[in-house]
């Protein structure tokens, strides 16, 4: 199985502040990787898919980048709805996989 | 709208069996594969299954292999996930996701508000 090893698992930051996220793959999963957003109470919300491309209707001051084994998300400029807890995806390889998660507190 | 809204979920004795339904409206069911993915209390997101556009090809996680069973109609516009032997591992809230493909190696682009399932005795 591929393990997705993402961190950090929680960061504190103000709102304006450029955060980034990094997410490990136990071995190449190519660009087989999607970003998700998630609040308390509500469902995952797909933020980035295949590494890099933006999802419609998300903000460009997401973004996400890497390939192979190494992945990254990156919000530009923390806005107050952002706080939140972030999931990276890998479908390259059943089973899929999740990362543990980067909850996003604030400062 | 694109929706999927998810039912069949409740408090359950372990070794007991239940059955999930989740109803897609909004888009072309059959054209796509589909997924159920869980969240235990306080902890992160587990897939847990999935399911190709037809029904011919399906994948289970190893904590859910042998007792658990995805399927599908079409006609319906219905993804299901019967769940046999249900022990207090298996509480969580479950979300029925759609892939982005008609295969199931896309990741999920819409997802449902999610059915709670509690095993306890």
């Known amino acids: 199985d591929t393990q997705m090893t993402q961190s950090p698992s929680s960061l504190s930051a103000s709102v304006g502040d450029r955060v980034t996220i990094t997410c490990r793959a136990s071995?190449?999963?190519?660009?087989?990787l999607d970003w998700y957003q998630q609040k308390p109470g509500k469902a995952p919300k797909r933020l980035i898919y295949a590494a890099s491309s933006l999802q419609s209707g998300v903000p460009a001051r997401f973004s996400g980048s890497g390939s192979g084994t190494e992945f990254t998300l990156t919000i530009s400029s923390l806005q107050p709805e952002d706080f939140a807890t972030y999931y990276c995806?890998?479908?390259?390889?059943?089973?899929?996989?999740f990362g543990g998660g980067t909850k996003v507190e604030i400062k | 709208e694109v929706q999927l809204v998810e039912s069949g979920g409740g408090l359950v004795r372990p070794g007991r069996s239940l059955r999930l339904s989740c109803a897609g409206s909004?888009?072309?069911?059959?054209?796509?594969?589909m997924h159920w993915v869980r969240q235990a209390p306080g902890k992160g997101l587990e897939w847990v299954s999935g399911i190709t556009w037809s029904g011919g090809r399906t994948a289970y996680a190893d904590s859910v292999k042998g007792r658990f069973t995805i399927s599908r109609d079409n006609a319906k516009n219905s993804l299901y996930l019967q769940m046999n032997s249900l022990t207090p591992e298996d509480t969580a809230m479950y979300f029925c996701?759609?892939?982005?493909?008609?295969?199931?190696?896309?990741?999920?682009?819409?997802w449902g508000q999610g059915t709670t399932v509690t095993v306890s005795s």
């Open positions: 909004g888009f072309t069911f059959d054209d796509y594969a």
């Open positions: 995806l890998q479908h390259n390889a059943y089973p899929l996989t």
């Open positions: 071995q190449g999963i190519r660009n087989d």
């Open positions: 996701a759609r892939d982005a493909s008609s295969s199931y190696v896309s990741g999920m682009d819409v």
